[in-house]
């Protein structure tokens, strides 16, 4: 007699789902509250119930193969670290070699398509440079720029952290160009990738990243400042930070 075949687990939002739920805990549940303030209440339809997120990773790559239709189904779930898989499998994706450019404009779409479900930090930035900035390395840029205008500081947030994709290739022009255009937004959720993108393109080019903020520190948030010049030597940091309220 032959072995008993056992047929894989369907690949559904739903089953994805109670995955998670078989490996909820009220500990780690207790952990998110310190990076997620209220993490343990239903707020804007997002909803802790303390998985952890390598293993929300895990289960991301269990269901690589995950339909389109599903991947949605998963970002309507108010779970967050439902969403939270949503967006590795959509990253992974995105950035796999065997998928086509197909594939990835259609990932591209479903993220500013349902950007209304992609709203805290985390979720932002798992997908934001791989799935949007991915997409757009070799295409029209514009769309960054309405979203740095956006009203929602999830889509500005996006806008600002997408050119990361294009920074890592040495492409610097719209990371300076969006990160000028938000240097005075009032969120700290913005303020913050501001300064990490800008470390990133000094990474590349120190000294076009030194003559930005002569133009501009001293009417930088200073958290944006501390994150930008977080890789100069010590006596630099000191002295560019003096200039700042």
Do not use: C
Not at 113 to 129: C, E, F, K, Q
Not at 139 to 166: C, I, K, N, Q
Request: charged content about 30%; cysteine-free.
């Amino acid at each position: 007699m032959g072995e008993e075949r056992v047929d894989a687990p369907p690949l559904t939002a739903s089953a994805f789902v109670a995955a998670l739920w078989r490996e909820q805990s009220d500990a780690e549940l207790a952990k998110y509250g310190r990076y997620f303030p209220g993490a343990d209440a239903q707020a804007n339809g997002d909803r802790f119930i303390g998985v952890r997120m390598g293993t929300v990773f895990a289960l991301a790559r269990d269901h690589a193969a995950l339909p389109l239709d599903q991947i949605e189904a998963l970002l309507d779930d108010d779970i967050h670290e439902a969403r939270a898989g949503a967006l590795r499998i959509m990253a992974n994706r995105a950035k796999a070699t065997s998928t086509d450019d197909g594939a990835r404009r259609q990932l591209y779409e479903l993220y500013l398509r349902r950007h209304d479900r992609i709203n805290n930090w985390d979720l932002v930035d798992l997908g934001a440079w791989d799935v949007v900035g991915g997409w757009l390395r070799d295409h029209p840029r514009d769309v960054l720029y309405r979203l740095a205008e956006s009203e929602s500081l999830w889509e500005r947030r996006t806008g600002m952290l997408a050119t990361l994709a294009f920074v890592r290739r040495g492409e610097l022009d719209d990371a300076y160009a969006i990160a000028e255009r938000l240097l005075g937004d009032p969120e700290d959720l913005v303020r913050k990738p501001i300064g990490a993108v800008l470390r990133a393109a000094g990474d590349h080019d120190e000294e076009r990243l030194r003559a930005f903020i002569d133009r501009h520190g001293p009417s930088m948030a200073r958290v944006t400042l501390r994150f930008a010049i977080e890789h100069f030597d010590e006596a630099t940091r000191r002295q560019l930070l003096s200039t700042t309220a």
